[in-house]
């Protein structure tokens, strides 16, 4: 929460994430991800939490206060460990191992909606 709230405050550089960190979004990604853990829901909490905070601590690495950039580092390089990765290398090499599953995903789901004669617009 407190690494969304100053992401918010401090961002001035193109971020890819930048559309979501605005104040109007705390409800969404921020009380609605505390909401799923306090339900005991962490798997669905899971994807959002990594896409909210890893942004937000990379928002706060890049424009945020001197002061906090080596707790927030710090947290950053915690997460990563927690994910088992290594490198920024690692970090890309999933990323764009998860972008071709998603092609692949919406390229499927596009045939089914396609060849599927019921489904329509």
Same mark, same amino acid.
């Given at each position: 929460?407190?690494a969304?709230?100053?992401? *918010?405050?401090? !961002? !001035? ?6 559309h979501?960190?605005?104040?109007h979004?705390?409800?969404?990604? *921020?009380? #609605? ?9 962490v ?6 939490m990594l ?6 601590i ?10 906090v950039k ?6 950053? #390089? ?13 970090l890309?090499e !999933?990323?764009l !191992?998860?972008k071709d599953l998603?092609?692949?995903?919406f ?15």
């Amino acid at each position: 929460m407190q690494a969304f709230d100053l992401a *918010v405050k401090v !961002r !001035r550089s193109p971020h890819p994430f930048q559309h979501k960190l605005n104040p109007h979004q705390r409800g969404y990604f *921020v009380d #609605k991800c505390r909401s799923l853990l306090d339900a005991g829901l962490v798997e669905q909490a899971v994807g959002w939490m990594l896409a909210f905070y890893g942004s937000s601590i990379n928002v706060i690495l890049a424009d945020g206060p001197d002061e906090v950039k080596p707790k927030y580092a710090a947290r950053l #390089k915690l997460l990563m460990e927690m994910l088992g990765i290594d490198s920024p290398g690692e970090l890309d090499e !999933r990323y764009l !191992r998860m972008k071709d599953l998603d092609e692949q995903f919406f390229k499927l789901a596009w045939e089914m909606i396609h060849g599927n004669p019921n489904i329509f617009d």
